[in-house]
């Protein structure tokens, strides 16, 4: 039985997470932890938690580690990179759901989130934890660079075609709409839950802080470096994230059977990509609470675009369920263990 710690276990991934782990049966949940006023029991925190995690959740002690086999941070960017080499010296495994070590170009770090990269020691030994493509490094990993939310839809549907020269890496185009938990839990009073409610937005617009985690790993996949335009926004419900994907076909004989029975292909391993069939197109319900990506393909054969449609539920695919897909990983547990 792996003992496990939860860092952050309040926030919305971390409340995600340890719903996970409740239902695992070869974890056990020793130690939580959270920036918290005092200590309280997780149970007084969440009312479904009364009766299954009675754990009382306090401020971080580092003397708590040293009980437990692998630690989750569920921590906010920047955040985790100040706790994470403390934890690794005691040789924990460690699987951080921040944006902390995924990126290995240490200035792109610094622009896009107003702070250094503090620990380029272990940046350099992180792995990037999306096991569709990097399954025997996780394997090995000692550090995961659990991926956002944004980028593991995206690069499930991208990256199978750069890698296979299938579309160009010119003019990708990215629309992407997300539940309002992917911004964190907010206080009542949050001027946040004014701006959405009954409303639809784009933000960020070409400037948000995945974009250079997505272009990253479309890079690694193409062989060249991709600029992809990213604009995502935001819908008035909790969870899930839709992903409408706009590419150009490197050849005009490309036709839609071909590419949906490709990524069949492609993807015929991975127990959580599920492949649509012709003129069918994933949505939210299909994905929510599940650790599920579901893809589906059009092509225009007059213009010789590909149209992607990718969905997941963003605080499990997109965060709480890929990290413990990760530790099954790790630890030689069936990859879909505590997961299905």
């Not at 299954?52 to 906010?76: E, G």
């Not at 015929?268 to 994905?287: C, H, T, W, Y």
Request: net charge positive; aromatic share 8%.
């Amino acid at each position: 039985m792996i003992k496990v710690a939860v860092v952050g276990a309040t926030g919305y991934a971390g409340e995600e997470l340890i719903k996970i782990l409740l239902r695992h049966p070869s974890c056990k949940i020793t130690y939580i932890c959270a920036k918290i006023e005092g200590p309280k029991k997780f149970s007084d925190i969440f009312n479904w938690a009364k009766g299954k995690l009675d754990l009382v959740c306090d401020n971080p002690d580092m003397s708590k580690f040293d009980a437990v086999d692998i630690v989750f941070l569920a921590l906010p960017h920047k955040a985790s990179m100040g706790i994470a080499p403390l934890i690794l010296e005691k040789r924990k495994i460690v699987i951080d759901l921040s944006a902390d070590y995924r990126l290995k170009d240490t200035a792109e770090y610094e622009k896009w989130y107003g702070v250094k990269q503090s620990d380029q020691e272990n940046l350099k030994k992180a792995v990037y934890g999306l096991p569709e493509f990097y399954r025997k490094e996780i394997k090995a990993a000692k550090l995961i660079a659990n991926p956002g939310c944004y980028p593991t839809a995206a690069i499930l549907a991208i990256a199978p075609l750069l890698k296979k020269k299938l579309c160009e890496a010119k003019n990708i185009i990215i629309d992407t709409k997300s539940g309002y938990s992917g911004a964190g839990r907010k206080e009542p009073d949050d001027p946040f839950w004014k701006a959405i409610k009954d409303n639809f937005k784009a933000y960020k617009v070409d400037a948000h802080q995945h974009s250079p985690e997505i272009n990253q790993e479309l890079s690694n996949a193409a062989g060249e470096k991709i600029k992809a335009t990213f604009v995502p926004h935001l819908l008035p419900i909790e969870r899930g994230i839709l992903e409408t994907i706009y590419l150009k076909v490197k050849s005009q004989k490309s036709k839609v059977k071909n590419l949906i029975e490709f990524y069949k292909d492609f993807y015929k391993d991975a127990a959580f990509v599920r492949i649509k069939n012709e003129d069918e197109f994933p949505q939210l319900s299909d994905v929510r609470n599940t650790n599920f990506c579901d893809i589906g393909v059009k092509v225009n054969q007059e213009s010789g675009l590909i149209i992607i449609i990718s969905c997941i539920d963003n605080l499990v695919k997109g965060a709480a369920g890929q990290a413990v897909q990760n530790m099954n990983i790790i630890c030689g547990f069936k990859e879909t263990e505590g997961l299905l």
